[in-house]
């Protein structure tokens, strides 16, 4: 059963670091791009970044950049994001999801792992 | 502001169609990029349904169907059942910011 599972999320303050991440299982996760979402309460879904299935091609929403870094251990079946200067406005539920490539669908999601950023 | 363009809601009577649109611009859905719909359950993570503007997943119902024309797309679901009372997405690739982007999603109520 092809699945993914966030974890890492948590409560932390203004300026501080998490670190999430995607284990995922039942396929070849060195097969297929990544990337993570977010959805704040009661808000929409937001697209926060990506990584190619070898790792080589990187992309940010302006929301994270320089501050969130997204990687992969294709070795490990694992996908990472470690959030640096985190503000309140980063509080969601932070999902990953997998791409067969750039035009396709995100046909395999974790369940989400919750972010509060507050003092 | 979504960089796509959902109606907040739209709803119908059990049986009855319905649709809802995405609309976007030049840099994504007028660009030629393909459009993905999903389908979001309170509480739970959102699950496709509906990829490359008009292919369903394996095990959604065919009363689920896509379409895609110029800078817009449009779900229609038809015999609408209460099930199907809860949130959709419509998603593109947006050429301009190098990412992904979602609409604002529209909420279905069934009357």
């Known amino acids: 059963q092809e699945q993914l599972v966030e974890s890492g999320g948590g409560l932390v303050k203004p300026g501080g670091s998490l670190r999430l991440s995607c284990a995922a299982s039942?396929?070849?996760?060195?097969?297929?791009?990544m990337s993570w979402m977010r959805q704040a309460p009661g808000k929409g879904l937001e697209w926060i970044s990506y990584?190619?299935?070898?790792?080589?091609?990187?992309y940010y929403a302006d929301s994270v950049k320089g501050r969130f870094t997204i990687s992969r251990d294709n070795a490990k079946n694992s996908l990472y994001l470690p959030m640096n200067s985190l503000r309140a406005e980063d509080t969601a539920v932070y999902y990953c999801?997998?791409?067969?490539?750039?035009?396709?669908?995100?046909?395999?999601w974790g369940q989400g792992t919750t972010v509060i950023v507050s003092s | 502001q979504s960089e796509l363009t959902q109606p907040p809601s739209v709803s119908g009577a059990p049986g009855q169609r319905v649709t809802i649109s995405c609309t976007g611009g030049?840099?994504?859905?007028?660009?030629?990029?393909?459009v993905h719909w999903y389908q979001q359950l309170p509480g739970t993570a959102p699950k496709l349904l509906m990829y490359?503007?008009?292919n369903r997943p394996s095990g959604v119902p065919d009363r689920f169907s896509g379409s895609k024309s110029g800078t817009s797309a449009s779900l229609a679901i038809t015999g609408l059942q209460a099930e199907d009372e809860t949130d959709y997405y419509c998603?593109?690739?947006?050429?301009?910011?190098?990412?992904?982007?979602f609409g604002g999603g529209t909420k279905l109520t069934v009357l």
């Open positions: 999801a997998r791409m067969e490539d750039e035009e396709s669908g995100m046909d395999v």
């Open positions: 039942g396929f070849t996760f060195s097969d297929y791009y």
């Open positions: 990584i190619s299935s070898s790792g080589n091609t990187i």
């Open positions: 030049s840099s994504n859905i007028g660009a030629g990029h393909d």
């Open positions: 490359r503007n008009s």
């Open positions: 998603q593109s690739y947006d050429s301009s910011l190098n990412g992904w982007v």
